[in-house]
């Protein structure tokens, strides 16, 4: 039975998360082993027993049912998670996304499939903020551009998630990117943290701009239910999250963009093989769903 705890026990819960301070160490968790790729005999069967317990009006039966099926990875499981993800229900929404979330199997396939049709300038947060979790979770590499691209969103939420993704997913070939987004976000001076607010220029004119983005921030937080490092980090001005990622991506702590840059030119070539060895993992996850789609169609 799936439990969804009021609105107002998620954001405590966000805001209760012990920040993580630039300079600390990151806690790191070792990663699941990932799931086996059901034949496509198997992903018919459980299609098949989900449509059936889909039916009526039950919202937590409906769930359940979405549980079920996310436990099977297959391209076919893929695409009926996807049709859930445009239901009216917002618990239903999230839930096919957190079971694409658990696709790992083929995250190209999944990670392709959220990002289809997404409207980089879209004013959906929700939406926009499900699709960069998903594609998080199943460290899809071939999401990196679309990650970028909503780093420059109006939405001040889209942009902090975006970045928070890119660091948690630490790929380094975005760090030049990252690197231009010091001087967008005017912080190429560093920025200061005291615990409540942020003192740099984010680029947001008044005290009210900035009152609703922290306040819009907290909402899609306590929407997506995240705890812990990344709940913390997203209740931050975009200006220090940079600062965060670029030491997720370099495991170095930067003072300001000059010190990022001669760090980065230092070690170009050890960064080179990083960006080298992400390529080829992203070319590995897009075989392997090529197979898997393949297979699928072949019935095997």
């Given at each position: 039975?799936?439990?969804?705890?009021?609105?107002?026990?998620?954001?405590?819960?966000?805001?209760?998360?012990?920040?993580?301070?630039?300079?600390?160490?990151?806690?790191?968790?070792?990663?699941?082993?990932?799931?086996?790729?059901?034949?496509?005999?198997?992903?018919?069967?459980?299609?098949?027993?989900?449509?059936?317990?889909?039916?009526?009006?039950?919202?937590?039966?409906?769930?359940?049912?979405?549980?079920?099926?996310?436990?099977?990875?297959?391209?076919?499981?893929?695409?009926?998670?996807?049709?859930?993800?445009?239901?009216?229900?917002?618990?239903?929404?999230?839930?096919?996304?957190?079971?694409l979330e658990r696709q790992r199997a083929i995250p190209d396939v999944a990670g392709k499939a959220v990002m289809s049709g997404l409207d980089l300038k879209s004013k959906d947060v929700e939406t926009i903020t499900h699709v960069i979790d998903t594609v998080e979770v199943l460290r899809h590499r071939g999401s990196l551009p679309v990650l970028l691209a909503l780093c420059r969103h109006d939405d001040h939420a889209v942009v902090r998630a975006a970045l928070d993704a890119i660091g948690d997913m630490k790929d380094v070939r975005a760090l030049d990117a990252v690197l231009e987004l010091l001087k967008e976000l005017k912080v190429e001076d560093g920025v200061k943290w005291d615990g409540a607010s942020a003192s740099v220029d984010t680029g947001t004119a008044g005290n009210g701009d900035q009152q609703a983005a922290e306040a819009q921030a907290r909402a899609a937080a306590a929407g997506n239910a995240r705890k812990g490092k990344s709940a913390a980090r997203r209740m931050r001005s975009a200006g220090e999250i940079v600062y965060m990622v670029l030491k997720d991506l370099t495991g170095e702590a930067f003072g300001s963009g000059k010190d990022a840059r001669a760090w980065a030119e230092k070690n170009k070539d050890a960064l080179a093989a990083k960006k080298k060895a992400l390529d080829a993992e992203q070319k590995q996850q897009e075989e392997a769903g090529k197979a898997a789609v393949a297979a699928a169609k072949a019935g095997k």
């Open positions: 039975m799936r439990l969804v705890p009021p609105a107002a026990v998620l954001v405590f819960l966000a805001l209760a998360a012990p920040a993580v301070r630039a300079g600390e160490p990151a806690q790191e968790v070792a990663p699941k082993p990932v799931p086996p790729l059901a034949t496509t005999a198997e992903a018919k069967a459980a299609i098949t027993a989900f449509k059936a317990e889909f039916k009526g009006k039950d919202v937590a039966k409906k769930a359940d049912a979405v549980d079920a099926l996310g436990a099977v990875n297959h391209p076919f499981v893929v695409e009926e998670l996807v049709k859930v993800t445009k239901h009216k229900d917002p618990e239903l929404r999230a839930a096919a996304y957190q079971n």
